[in-house]
């Protein structure tokens, strides 16, 4: 089982898809600006992959964060934000077999799914 974490009018997550329909992946798309996004979900994501990782800090949404807020980030704050403003989650994120990446380069998938 695929699936696709983001939001549908990011560019990176309209590469990332059409990637995946190109090569014939199918996948379940979840759509966490619509959807929300579970904090069991984003403390799982942060234990596999780090929450420096998921937290995007070099989009306009970071841009808005107050700085009080940016000066102590960690862990907690840091995914109480990503549940708040779910389009400061670094996209897109793909789970598949279990295992999650962050980010898309058609390199980064074309390994991913090399031994479908």
């Known amino acids: 089982m695929v699936n696709l974490y983001g939001i549908p009018n990011c560019d990176t997550m309209k590469k990332a898809r059409a990637w995946l329909a190109d090569h014939g992946i199918g996948y379940v798309f979840h759509d966490y600006k619509k959807e929300g996004i579970d904090e069991g979900v984003l403390r799982a994501w942060a234990a596999d992959v780090g929450?420096?990782?998921?937290?995007?800090?070099?989009?306009?949404?970071?841009?808005?964060?107050?700085?009080?807020?940016?000066?102590?980030?960690?862990?907690?704050?840091?995914?109480?934000?990503?549940?708040?403003?779910?389009s400061i989650i670094k996209r897109p994120v793909l789970d598949k077999d279990g295992r999650r990446h962050v980010g898309f380069k058609p390199e980064q998938y074309a390994e991913i799914f090399a031994s479908r």
């Open 51 to 86: 929450w420096q990782t998921l937290l995007n800090t070099r989009g306009m949404m970071w841009r808005k964060v107050p700085q009080e807020i940016k000066d102590t980030i960690d862990e907690t704050s840091a995914i109480a934000l990503m549940r708040e403003i779910p």
